[in-house]
């Protein structure tokens, strides 16, 4: 049975950003192709008086977004408090418990409390939709979940943090210092004033989790994410990094290894020509492979009010088209514990060092040699002028080797003090 042409009483906890943005887009919905008819009856945020610029005097008022979920008066309750823990997951639960429909962006919470979250709706035969908690406007929950329904999928990998994907842009473009871009992005509202879950990698790692266990049936297990953030990145390794003909980007990534499914994110080299190098700024790209459709790739806005409310009116058009399926794909007591942590120390591949030389002499030839006695061989290096600071730069591309070989060179580096900051340890993406 379908709810076509039925009119949905939403309740929207929290109106930021993405609260917001949707008041806006409901507002025009009779531009929309929605099946039936959106009704805002009630709202919660912490401030009641707070210019949101939309009139929400009309709506009913809730200090507590709890209070909200278990209002007779609702049908749908759409969670954009955002949090992993707290009133989220609380107002969450409140309305699944209810039989309510949620329609939630909020990644934090799938990605650590999926499995309880999903059987609570399954339980509840209630709608749990989230398309908007990865890579904002991309369809690509619902694209995985439900299209690509008849692909095998080997791998789901992308560009899924547009923070961090434009401020390694901006590095690329003006050559300006890592703090120098991020202020630039806080500035312009690109970055968060806290910008830690973002650079650090957690926020793509979110993403990357829900991917996968959508993807290949597994339970989302936040602890089993290996996570690398852009913070230490300096501006002379993009542009050392460029000379080779590589872009570094942070990529995030989920795929079948030995039996089990592996999910990482880190800083990656990528060739000038791979389908990542050119997604720039703030846009996020998803690459989806698989028997028998080979790659899909999907780019655009990732994040914005904008954006991400287009991808809660999705979810929320979904609704009028009949009962609830499971949120993860697959009834969660079904999916397999699949995702197993990284053992980074069997990893193989070719690596690129960024660093710069200590300022005494004969420091080149001492890293080299270290290289050369934990059996990593270099297939192209470049060193810069030292200019005033004697601290010259150099960038090393290796030949494949274990990623343990370049650690326990760099670990003899280091003792040895060959190197006048922490050494850049960087994977080279070779799959074209
Ligand atoms: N921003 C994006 O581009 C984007 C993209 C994709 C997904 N998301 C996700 O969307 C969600 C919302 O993000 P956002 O950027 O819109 O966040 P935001 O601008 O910080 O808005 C959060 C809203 O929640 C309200 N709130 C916070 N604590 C509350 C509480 N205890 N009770 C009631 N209301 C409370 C705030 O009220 P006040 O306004 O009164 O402070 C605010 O309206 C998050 O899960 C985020 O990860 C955001």
Redesign the pocket.
């Known amino acids: 049975m379908t709810s076509a042409g039925k009119t949905l009483r939403l309740g929207v906890?929290?109106?930021?950003?993405?609260?917001?943005?949707l008041l806006k887009l409901i507002e025009r919905q009779a531009e929309l192709r929605l099946p039936g008819k959106l009704e805002v009856v009630a709202v919660?945020?912490?401030?009641?008086t707070?210019n949101?610029g939309v009139d929400i005097s009309k709506f009913k008022w809730f200090?507590?977004?709890v209070e909200l979920a278990l209002s007779p008066d609702i049908d749908v309750v759409v969670?954009?408090?955002?949090?992993s823990d707290?009133?989220?997951k609380r107002t969450v639960e409140a309305a699944l418990r209810s039989g309510k429909a949620v329609v939630?962006?909020?990644?934090?919470?799938i990605a650590e409390h999926g499995m309880e979250i999903a059987a609570l709706a399954e339980k509840h035969e209630a709608h749990l939709l989230f398309e908007?908690?990865v890579a904002?406007a991309i369809p690509i929950v619902r694209a995985v979940k439900n299209s690509l329904s008849g692909v095998i999928v080997s791998r789901v990998s992308g560009i899924l943090n547009g923070t961090c994907n434009y401020i390694l842009s901006e590095m690329l473009r003006t050559g300006a210092a890592y703090e120098t871009v991020l202020a630039e992005a806080q500035r312009l509202g690109y970055a968060e004033s806290d910008p830690f879950l973002d650079v650090s990698g957690g926020?793509a790692a979110h993403k990357v989790l829900i991917l996968a266990a959508i993807a290949f049936g597994a339970q989302p297990d936040f602890a089993q994410v290996q996570v690398e953030g852009i913070d230490r990145i300096e501006a002379i390794d993009i542009a050392l990094a460029n000379k080779f003909d590589y872009r570094i980007k942070l990529v995030a990534e989920a795929f079948r290894a030995n039996g089990s499914v592996r999910c990482r994110v880190a800083p990656v080299l990528v060739k000038s020509d791979h389908p990542l190098a050119s997604v720039n700024g703030a846009l996020n790209a998803v690459m989806v492979e698989g028997e028998p459709v080979g790659r899909l790739t999907f780019t655009g806005p990732?994040?914005?009010?904008g954006?991400?409310a287009a991808?809660v009116m999705g979810d929320l058009a979904r609704l009028f088209e009949g009962p609830a399926t499971p949120p993860l794909g697959k009834p969660s007591r079904n999916l397999a514990p699949l995702i197993t942590a990284a053992d980074g120390t069997t990893d193989q591949g070719s690596f690129f060092i960024g660093a710069r030389l200590a300022d005494k002499p004969g420091t080149f030839a001492a890293l080299t040699e270290q290289l050369g006695d934990a059996g990593v061989s270099i297939d192209k290096l470049i060193q810069e002028s030292a200019g005033d600071s004697g601290a010259a730069p150099i960038a090393i591309l290796t030949h494949p080797c274990p990623r343990s070989a370049v650690e326990t060179a760099l670990a003899r580096v280091a003792e040895l003090k060959l190197t006048a900051d922490t050494p850049r340890l960087l994977r080279i993406e070779t799959r074209a």
Request: proline share 7%; charged share 20%; no cysteine.
């Open positions: 906890a929290g109106l930021g950003t993405v609260g917001g943005g919660s945020a912490r401030n009641k707070r949101r200090d507590d977004p969670e954009l408090v955002g949090g707290g009133p989220a939630s962006a909020n990644k934090a919470l908007a908690a904002g926020d990732g994040a914005g009010a954006p991400t991808a």
